[in-house]
């Protein structure tokens, strides 16, 4: 699994062109997380909470986010273009995906006034639970552009596709991919728009987000849909992305040989 961490580093040197891209010759059209590293080394977190553990990921060492309080558990990658982020559409990405499994997930616990007041408007704890279960619940991928002021959340620009349904907890781990078509020019189908992003149309809000990344999100959850707050114990592993054929003018990635990695779940 070293190996796959070099390679990815390899692929962030070309990005940034610190490396001629004719060096490599034929490259990896893939890269993903293992989480085999250190905790500091992890580039996608979920939160303060995150801890590595060693064993029982998929496979190997896998991020752990116990005990958290939330509505909807997530895991993301931000910050400054490398892997995960950037220009998208010249990257030539395609596909991302994520690995998760639901260890437990408890709003029961929740029974103190204090976290009454955390599900919102018009939702008891009582009701939220019957209205969304955890087994109701969809991953999805979010992709947004902050228009980097990210402390102004009106005009961010963000896409989201909806993913299939989490198993209920103790089911193991579950795959999920989302389908990116970077290179496309208007809004693919199975996706749709969040946020204002400043008025603009939804191929308007998709083309900015593909030609500037800066956070890809995976949510436990759809991010239309209120859910209770409850107590969250998950596992993640192999947040990965998956370059294509359709590269625009950016860095030169060439063609890739290796497949699409198939981890368990599907
Ligand atoms: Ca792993």
């Known amino acids: 699994m070293r190996v796959v961490r070099t390679i990815a580093i390899m692929i962030a040197l070309l990005l940034t062109g610190h490396v001629a891209a004719p060096c490599w010759g034929h490259t990896v059209k893939y890269a993903f997380e293992t989480f085999e590293g250190t905790l500091e080394e992890a580039s996608w977190r979920s939160g303060p909470a995150d801890e590595i553990v060693a064993d029982g990921g998929n496979p190997g060492a896998f991020l752990h986010v116990a ?46 006034p204090a976290s009454f007041e955390l599900i919102g408007d018009g939702m008891t704890a009582e009701n939220a639970t019957n209205d969304a279960r955890s087994e109701d619940r969809p991953v999805s991928l979010e992709l947004i552009n902050n228009n980097f002021t990210p402390d102004d959340p009106t005009d961010d620009c963000i896409v989201v596709q909806v993913g299939k349904k989490l198993p209920k907890a103790g089911g193991g781990w579950g795959s999920y991919n989302f389908h990116v078509p970077s290179y496309m020019t208007s809004l693919p189908s199975g996706w749709t728009v969040r946020a204002a992003c400043g008025g603009l149309s939804p191929d308007a809000v998709w083309n900015k987000v593909m030609e500037f990344v800066v956070e890809a999100r995976f949510v436990l959850g759809d991010p239309d849909v209120q859910y209770p707050v409850e107590v969250w114990d998950v596992g993640f592993d192999n947040p990965r992305i998956r370059l294509g054929k359709n590269r625009g003018t950016g860095p030169s990635l060439t063609e890739i040989d290796s497949p699409w990695p198939s981890f368990g779940g599907e």
Do not use: H
């Open 67 to 112: 005990s958290v309080v939330t509505d909807a558990t997530s895991i993301a990658a931000s910050g400054p273009p490398w892997i995960w982020t950037g220009t998208y559409r010249n990257m030539g990405v395609i596909e991302l995906g994520v690995d998760v499994e639901l260890f437990g997930n408890n709003s029961k616990a929740l029974d103190s």
